[in-house]
């Protein structure tokens, strides 16, 4: 039915499940997670570089979003070393957007026909269950631009709660203003309770499954809320490598606020679209973004 190239959706699909186990309805990546609802007001400081509608000053969406730990296994530890995810759906009236990004500022590979070996390198052997840190090592070794990513969950403990994690989306993407100038930039969204990850009595003595709990805990006192941040390129910066950062000098433009209120509990069919975009914004050339929307299309036709 569909060639078994590297670069085929279903074999990305297939990767992860070899991993993390057969699907049994949950999201190939990201398995664990819970959706919430809210509001997105923008400030309409992104209009100097996009005619986005949904960014207009004193423009008000409604927001669905999903917060979820990395990886394709539904009882992951809250506490494990991998990425949260946070997906956004901005409906803003005539039409709605999404933006789907991780706890991690870069991703582990550069190109997407990667992926998979990626995922091999770390299936555990059928006869022990183990992982082989030997076949990691190699693929490390032979893949250096996945060391950034590495480096990035080894120096950072996971979060204390889903509110004190920053989001980034990684890719860059095009931003065209009312006058069709175009930039490159790159979305990330920042904790208003700030940077927080969880420190040693913490990882020794909160359950697998404190996320949801002080979550609720936290909805009960107020609003969970995030600035929505877009770092603009200059000349020179790679515009279509998920493993490299910008400069740290770059301007940066707080475009507006995410206001979380309350859990809800859509449909399970409900797929984020990393590619679902918005006249003013297009996305780059980064391969890695554009293989993703056809792996989520296979996840999604297996869970449902
Ligand atoms: C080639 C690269 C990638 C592949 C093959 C891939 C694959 C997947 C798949 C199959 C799903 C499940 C989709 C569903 O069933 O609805 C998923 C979910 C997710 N991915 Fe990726 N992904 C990639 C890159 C990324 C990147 C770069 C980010 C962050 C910037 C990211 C963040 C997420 C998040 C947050 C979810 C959960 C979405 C939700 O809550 O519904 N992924 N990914």
């Known amino acids: 039915m569909h060639s078994a190239t590297s670069l085929d959706p279903a074999a990305f699909v297939d990767a992860l499940n070899a991993v993390f186990g057969p699907q049994n309805g949950n999201r190939a990546s990201h398995a664990k997670g819970l959706f919430l609802e809210g509001d997105f007001e923008a400030n309409g400081r992104a209009a100097a570089i996009t005619r986005a509608p949904h960014l207009e000053t004193a423009r008000r969406s409604r927001v669905l979003a999903r917060f979820s730990v990395g990886g394709g296994n539904p009882r992951a530890s809250d506490k494990a070393r991998s990425v949260r995810g946070l997906a956004l759906r901005f409906d803003f009236g005539e039409g709605s957007t999404d933006l789907v990004m991780m706890s991690a500022p870069v991703f582990f590979i550069r190109h997407p026909a990667h992926f998979v070996d990626y995922f091999e390198a770390r299936r555990p052997d059928a006869a022990t269950g183990l992982v082989d840190p030997e076949r990691i090592a190699a693929f490390n070794a ?40 175009t930039v490159h930039a790159r979305w990330h969204m920042e904790p208003l309770a700030g940077r927080k990850s969880l420190d040693e009595t913490g990882l020794s003595t909160l359950p697998d499954d404190f996320l949801a709990e002080e979550l609720a805990t936290r909805l009960s006192m107020g609003p969970v809320e995030f600035e929505l941040w877009l770092q603009i390129a200059e000349d020179g910066d790679a515009l279509d490598d998920p493993t490299v950062t910008w400069p740290m000098d770059r301007a940066q433009l707080n475009v507006g606020r995410l206001r979380l209120t309350a859990f809800v509990h859509p449909s399970q069919d409900v797929m984020f679209n990393p590619m679902a975009l918005v006249d003013g914004i297009e996305a780059s050339n980064d391969p890695v973004l554009r293989a993703r929307l056809a792996a989520y299309r296979v996840s999604r036709e297996r869970r449902t």
């Open 142 to 181: 032979s893949h250096p631009d996945t060391r950034p990513h590495i480096e990035h969950l080894a120096s950072v403990a996971p979060p204390a709660s889903y509110a004190t994690s920053p989001y980034f989306a990684i890719h860059a993407f095009r931003f065209i203003d009312k006058g069709d100038q």
